[in-house]
C-alpha cells in the first residue's frame, strides 16, 4: 500500500535508489543556528505611555487608553506593598492578562501579558480592593 512517496525531496529522489542510508538524511531537517523563540527583550520604559505609576495618591493615570498587543507595566512609588489583579474581585477573571502584574513591594515594577483584546479591563488592588485609590481601567484599542 505504501508505494509513493519517496520523492518528497528531489535531491533525495536523485540519489534515492541507492541505499536506506538515505533515509537518516532527512530532506527537511534544517539544523540552523538560529533559534525561533528570541528571548524577551527588557524594556525599562515603555514610551509610548503604558506605564501606571502607583503612589500614595492612587494610581496614575486612572483610565489609560493602549493600542492591542500592548503591555501595560505597574510601578509601585509608594511606600507600601500593592497587588494589582483583573476585575472583579476575589474573581479576577475579566482580563487575566492583567494578572502577572500582581504583587509589588515599594519599589517595584510589574507588566502585564499582552492585552489583545479589544475592551475596556478594571483591575483593583486585590488586598485594598475597596480602596477607589487604587483601582483603574485600561482601554484597549
Ligand atoms: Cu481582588
Known amino acids: 500500500m505504501t508505494t509513493a512517496k519517496k520523492a518528497t525531496c528531489g535531491f533525495v529522489a536523485a540519489a534515492a535508489m ?3 542510508a538515505a533515509l537518516t538524511i532527512a530532506c527537511g531537517s534544517g539544523s540552523a543556528g538560529t533559534s525561533p523563540t ?5 524594556t525599562p520604559a515603555p514610551s509610548g505611555g503604558t506605564t501606571i505609576t502607583i503612589t500614595s495618591a492612587g494610581v ?9 498587543g500592548s503591555q501595560v507595566t505597574f510601578v509601585n512609588n509608594d511606600t507600601q506593598n500593592h497587588d494589582e489583579l483583573s476585575d472583579p474581585h ?4 475579566d482580563c487575566p492578562e492583567l494578572n502577572s502584574v500582581g504583587f509589588m513591594a515599594p519599589g517595584q515594577s510589574r507588566q502585564s501579558q499582552n492585552l489583545n483584546t479589544a475592551r475596556t479591563c478594571g483591575y483593583h488592588d486585590h488586598e ?3 480602596d477607589p485609590r487604587w483601582q483603574g481601567k485600561i482601554i484597549i484599542q
Not at 496614575?60 to 492591542?68: D, E, K, M
Open 18 to 20: 541507492a541505499a536506506l
Open 38 to 42: 528570541p528571548p524577551p527583550t527588557p
Open 60 to 68: 496614575s493615570p486612572a483610565t489609560i487608553t493602549v493600542a492591542r
Open 90 to 93: 476575589p474573581d479576577h477573571t
Open 128 to 130: 485594598l480592593f475597596s
